[in-house]
């Protein structure tokens, strides 16, 4: 069993950052890819960005790209999404994902 709990939501301007984090309780965190989803008001949840397990590779939704970077800690079971420069078209529930396993979500406000 693996628990996810995301954490670094907040409310900033457009053109602000925020810097979330997903610590990963359980076994094996270090084996198998992570990925960040968001869902805002009334549209579907949506890819954000996703690491391999060893941290070689990332990919980014073309809408966060230059301004969002992926990282994950293995030694401390944690995966974060720095987001810089944000929109408020980013506003969302940003949610931490690993294999069949979700977060609760923490949520992202961006103001104009």
């Known amino acids: 069993q693996v628990q996810l709990v995301e954490s670094g939501g907040g409310l900033v301007q457009a053109g602000g950052f925020l810097r979330l984090s997903c610590a990963a309780s359980g076994r094996d965190f270090s084996n198998y890819a992570m990925n960040w989803f968001r869902q805002a008001p009334g549209k579907e949840r949506e890819f954000v960005a996703s690491?391999?397990?060893?941290?070689?590779?990332?990919h980014y939704a073309d809408s966060v790209k230059g301004r969002f970077t992926i990282s994950r800690d293995n030694a401390k079971n944690t995966v974060s999404l720095q987001m810089n420069n944000l929109k408020v078209e980013d506003t969302a529930v940003y949610y931490c994902n690993g294999q069949h396993y979700w977060g609760q979500g923490t949520q992202v406000t961006v103001s104009s």
């Open positions: 690491i391999s397990w060893n941290e070689i590779t990332t």
